[in-house]
């Protein structure tokens, strides 16, 4: 069974920075794209970033220039590096894997950024 962990959330101020990884399960799933999505409270769940098996990678445009994704195909992990972080970012951030046109989930993780 498929299973997608995530860690690295938490509290941090205004300006800071914050990693999150997730790490997906068995070591033989092997997913096309790898990403982060998040969900603010009365929000629908918004891409953050994504990134293929190949190195390709998207952003929203709220976060470029301030977030970074990252995978490391060996350990069927995903990073996303957060800096400069702003009152907006906070949300429950959720790993997403994809293949063959089906998305599996992590439980999320809660991301507050105070001001």
């Known amino acids: 069974q498929v299973q997608l962990v995530e860690s690295g959330g938490g509290l941090v101020q205004a300006g800071g920075s914050l990693r999150l990884s997730c790490v997906a399960s068995?070591?033989?799933?092997?997913?096309?794209?790898m990403g982060w999505y998040r969900q603010a409270p009365g929000k629908r769940r918004e891409l953050v970033a994504l990134?293929?098996?190949?190195?390709?990678?998207n952003y929203a445009d709220s976060v470029k220039g301030r977030f970074t994704i990252s995978r490391d195909n060996a350990k069927n992990t995903v990073y996303l590096q957060m800096n400069s972080l702003n009152s907006e970012d906070t949300a429950v951030y959720y790993c997403?894997?994809?293949?063959?046109?089906?998305?599996?989930w992590g439980q999320g993780t809660q991301v507050t950024v105070s001001s």
């Open positions: 997403n894997a994809r293949i063959w046109a089906l998305d599996y």
């Open positions: 068995p070591s033989t799933f092997n997913p096309s794209d």
């Open positions: 990134i293929t098996r190949g190195g390709g990678i």
